[in-house]
């Protein structure tokens, strides 16, 4: 069993689509986060939550919406996406925000 | 804008060679230091952290950290073609409300048999 666990692995939406990325972790860490990586690009964070609490937003679009129910799970809420946000999701999830991170297996998103 | 640099490679060295990777950051307020190793298609896999100035060794791998320079530097001995991967270099970086770990694109490491 893998400490940080993504589900669905793969996922083809369509622009008008609602779907949910789920992240769990079970390393009780208190801190967990969503990347996006994109091709030629860094790894780019998208939301940060310590003990449940949405500590940083980078300026994603709301067409993203996280929650973290528990300091063990994270979800990205996903709705009408556009085919640039195809990608690949990475949740991790750590101690505290300023130790190491451990990453899901990831979630690999096509927008058509 | 805080960054972490990294030649994008690719790097190329032979079996049993030491590899090389280096990484600059331009937060001097940065404490924590983070190497990733990152295979094609997969997720990012810790390697090494390294909060003060020296060296730090686990196996194969040495963690160098020069906060004056803003330099961080992985080495990694007897180097194995199984070390092919993306090498991810981040900081975290002391900004906002609690602080990001920002990442560099990442330098791909190529071990020739």
């Known amino acids: 069993e893998t400490g940080v666990t993504q589900t669905p692995r793969h996922l083809v939406m369509g622009m008008t689509n609602k779907k949910s990325l789920k992240c769990e972790q079970h390393l009780g860490h208190n801190a967990m986060y969503w990347y996006k990586q994109s091709a030629k690009k860094p790894l780019e964070l998208m939301f940060v939550?310590?003990?449940?609490?949405?500590?940083e937003n980078n300026s994603v679009p709301s067409r993203f919406s996280p929650e973290c129910p528990n300091s063990s799970h994270l979800f990205l809420h996903l709705h009408t996406l556009q085919p640039e946000d195809s990608a690949l999701y990475l949740c991790?999830?750590?101690?505290?925000?300023?130790?190491?991170?451990?990453f899901g297996q990831g979630t690999r998103l096509t927008v058509v | 804008q805080k960054e972490v640099e990294q030649n994008s490679g690719p790097l190329s060295v032979p079996e049993g060679a030491i590899a090389s990777l280096n990484c600059t950051y331009s937060?001097?307020?940065?404490?924590?230091f983070f190497w990733y190793r990152q295979y094609s298609g997969k997720s990012p896999e810790l390697i090494m952290s390294?909060?003060?100035?020296g060296d730090k060794e686990d196996g194969r791998f040495t963690a160098q950290l020069n906060k004056a320079s803003q330099y961080v530097s992985l080495l990694i001995r007897d180097s194995q073609p199984s070390d092919s991967a993306t090498y991810l270099c981040a900081a975290f970086n002391y900004g906002g409300s609690q602080g990001n770990l920002i990442f560099g694109k990442g330098t791909k490491l190529s071990v020739k048999p």
């Open positions: 939550y310590n003990f449940k609490e949405q500590t």
């Open positions: 991790a999830s750590s101690r505290t925000p300023n130790t190491e991170a451990f």
């Open positions: 390294i909060y003060s100035n």
């Open positions: 937060d001097r307020g940065s404490q924590s």
